[in-house]
């Protein structure tokens, strides 16, 4: 039997051998079984969730019940998992809104923790042992020292030293997938955005760049990266960033130039894809990878979440067959959420989306937000959808489309 885990004000965890431990889709709760859960993985962190008191189901009746002591648990997975059910609990009044974190549901099997989720990409290069070593502030220390003037680099080794962020890294340690956030701006106000919330929500865990770089600012670390890094890719299109084809213009002068310079490596932008134009530009100048947000392939559900200014769904779908034409290898960032991305209608628009479109791959994401903010916005004013389950979602997903790569990180063309 799973128990449910629980966590004290002294951060121990608790179990509740008198209750079966539960998971929740959307607003649903189910049992969870065995099969439902993997022993939490290398990297991941346990979070108490204030004001929130776990469900489970009652030995004794067989019935839902709230089941202390103690507050809710939650795990945050490292990249690579994918979560298939959230924390169960109800919760209290004036309990605080939770930051924007990724929360997978958590019980014991006896004294072992763990966790609702799969795994659903085996690189390791995003595997936190690789990140936050001794050795980052040296690296940041000197590579600042070459560039005193270079605000990005600035900016990148903020986003470094503290708020842990792996691309950021990846460009003092000199490999893999580095970002260069250009815009300060963006054209839309998606619920779940990290970098920009409003007073009344929750915290952003970080805060955005607040500057435009100039060109050279922006080739100096592109050349630099791609010249020398291992399987080399650089990124515009930060967490710390608003919506990068806001900044085309600069975009295209600096690739053109980076290109001009280096052939290695991969350029890619993470993107809305609103603007179709930008983005043909930008793929005209030489990004060659682009991967595109989505929460939802249905008009209605995509504009509850990301809330665009000046474009519609159509035009996405359209900037990326603009990019497939222009040779681009095509990425959809799928923010996922249990009980939402896997009900059938949600999965029966996804294909529909990735047939009309052609792209090469869907890279998994949970959706780092409160479960009860998604709730009021995106599950109680539609239609209650019952939930097939995530690992059941991505396998019909792959029957249906077997080229398709179904991962979790951007891929590296030349490596």
């Not at 449910?4 to 889709?25: C, I």
């Not at 939490?40 to 202390?68: D, N, Q, W």
């Not at 009344?200 to 020398?228: G, K, M, W, Y």
């Not at 995530?390 to 063309?413: E, R």
């Amino acid at each position: 039997m799973l128990s449910v885990a629980a966590v004290d004000r002294k951060a121990r965890v608790l179990r509740n051998d008198n209750a079966r431990a539960v998971g929740r889709a959307g607003d649903y709760f189910f049992e969870l079984a065995a099969d439902d859960m993997i022993p939490m993985p290398e990297g991941a962190t346990l979070m108490r969730l204030p004001g929130r008191v776990p469900v489970g189901i009652a030995e004794a009746t067989g019935e839902f019940v709230s089941a202390g002591p103690g507050e809710a648990l939650a795990a945050m997975l490292p990249q690579g998992y994918t979560r298939t059910y959230l924390p169960a609990y109800t919760r209290k009044a004036g309990a605080p809104a939770l930051p924007l974190f990724g929360y997978a549901a958590v019980a014991l099997d006896g004294d072992q923790l763990m966790v609702a989720a799969v795994r659903t990409d085996h690189r390791d290069t995003w595997d936190p042992r690789h990140y936050n070593l001794d050795s980052l502030p040296q690296a940041v220390r000197r590579r600042l020292e070459r560039s005193p003037n270079n605000r990005v680099l600035a900016q990148l080794a903020k986003c470094s030293l503290e708020y842990g962020c792996f691309t950021a890294q990846n460009i003092f340690y000199r490999r893999w997938e580095g970002g260069i956030p250009v815009s300060p701006a963006c054209n839309a106000a998606c619920l779940g955005c990290i970098s920009k919330q409003p007073a009344e929500c929750c915290p952003s865990p970080q805060e955005r760049i607040s500057f435009v770089p100039t060109r050279d600012e922006v080739v100096e670390i592109a050349v630099e990266h791609l010249e020398n890094a291992e399987d080399a890719i650089i990124s515009f299109g930060q967490g710390c960033e608003g919506e990068p084809t806001l900044q085309a213009d600069l975009i295209v002068e600096a690739v053109r130039l980076t290109r001009a310079a280096t052939r290695r490596g991969t350029v890619n932008i993470n993107t809305n894809a609103g603007d179709t134009d930008a983005i043909r530009r930008v793929c005209e100048a030489g990004v060659d990878s682009l991967r595109v947000s989505l929460v939802s392939a249905r008009p209605d559900r995509y504009h509850a979440y990301h809330r665009p200014a000046g474009y519609e769904l159509r035009d996405v779908v359209e900037s990326i067959k603009v990019a497939k034409a222009l040779g681009a290898f095509v990425s959809i960032n799928y923010l996922c959420y249990p009980g939402f991305s896997d009900t059938e209608p949600e999965v029966d628009a996804l294909a529909d989306f990735i047939d009309e479109t052609g792209i090469d791959m869907l890279q998994l994401r949970n959706l780092n937000i409160d479960p009860d903010v998604f709730s009021d916005t995106m599950l109680k004013p539609f239609s209650r959808e019952e939930p097939r389950g995530m690992v059941a979602a991505i396998y019909h997903l792959q029957d249906c489309f077997p080229n398709l790569i179904i991962g979790n990180f951007s891929k590296a063309l030349d490596g």
